[in-house]
């Protein structure tokens, strides 16, 4: 899926990996599991993005039948399963014509579609070569194993649940958690709450740190859920932390 923003702020939250999405940029994900987070960027501002998706067979397709100028180009492994972009002149336009041609009242027909897909990677292959080599490689499957672990450390600094994580990962909520303890010998909602209240102990000993702020940075939707989470693994608030340490 290519995803355009234009305007507001978008977050994408893979197993192992996260990428946030800013109007000057557009992003291309890889199938599979992913969350997203949209905001906008002030009180009054609006949100507003687009979403191309397309499945395997029509990259595969595109490659075959450009086969003699791409296959010229070095394949290069994907690290991530995104690939992020700037915008250009060009490809404002083209966010823009996707937009006029949504707008419309009438459906965009699969012809146009087809077309207007086969203009974006064509350019993103003569524009972006190392880039567009990597969709290529983008469908690897990791091990349950690592997808666990990578999901876990991956959030550890976000509000995700653990049912989102198991979503993430492909597996039942069940399926996940027997994996997990088999990992870290624990239960993932307990390692979890221990590694970021350990990670607000690192932020309170800072001197320059107020405990209004810190909440915030680890995710919690209010003060009062931070400090009630603090105290169950070290056994005081927050604040009486701070003045012991």
């Known amino acids: ?13 893979f197993a192992g990996a996260q990428v946030t ?9 890889a199938a599979g599991n992913c969350l997203m987070s949209e ?6 501002a609006n949100y507003h993005s687009l979403m191309l998706l397309f499945d395997q067979q ?10 003699a100028w791409l296959g010229r180009q070095q394949k290069q492994a994907a ?7 700037e915008k250009d002149e060009f ?9 006029y041609l949504l707008r419309g009242a009438k459906p965009i027909n699969h012809a146009l579609r087809q077309v207007k897909l086969e203009e974006l990677l064509l350019y993103l292959a003569e524009h972006y070569p190392g880039q567009i080599q990597q969709l290529r490689s983008m469908g690897y499957e990791a091990s349950d194993e690592l997808l666990v672990r990578q999901a876990v450390t991956s959030h550890i600094g976000s509000p ?7 979503f993430l990962c492909n597996m039942s909520l069940s399926t996940f958690k027997r994996r997990f303890a088999r990992l870290y010998g624990t239960s993932p909602n307990r ?11 690192k932020l309170l000993r800072q001197e320059d740190r107020k405990v209004s702020e810190i909440y915030d940075e680890l995710g919690y939707e209010n003060l009062s859920s931070f400090i009630q989470s603090f105290k169950q693994i070290y056994g005081v608030t927050p604040k009486q932390y701070q003045l012991t340490n």
């Open 160 to 166: 995700t649940t653990v049912e989102e994580l198991a």
């Open 21 to 29: 999405v800013r109007p000057h940029e557009f992003v291309m994900l």
């Open 79 to 85: 690290s991530q399963p995104f690939l992020l972009f």
């Open 91 to 99: 490809l404002v336009n083209f966010a823009c014509s996707l937009d």
């Open 191 to 201: 390692w979890l709450l221990e590694k970021r209240m350990d990670r607000a102990a």
């Open 39 to 44: 905001k906008v960027a002030g009180q009054d």
């Open 1 to 13: 899926m290519f995803t355009f923003l234009l305007e507001g702020e978008k977050t994408v939250h």
């Open 58 to 67: 029509l990259l595969t397709d595109f490659f075959g039948r450009h086969a």
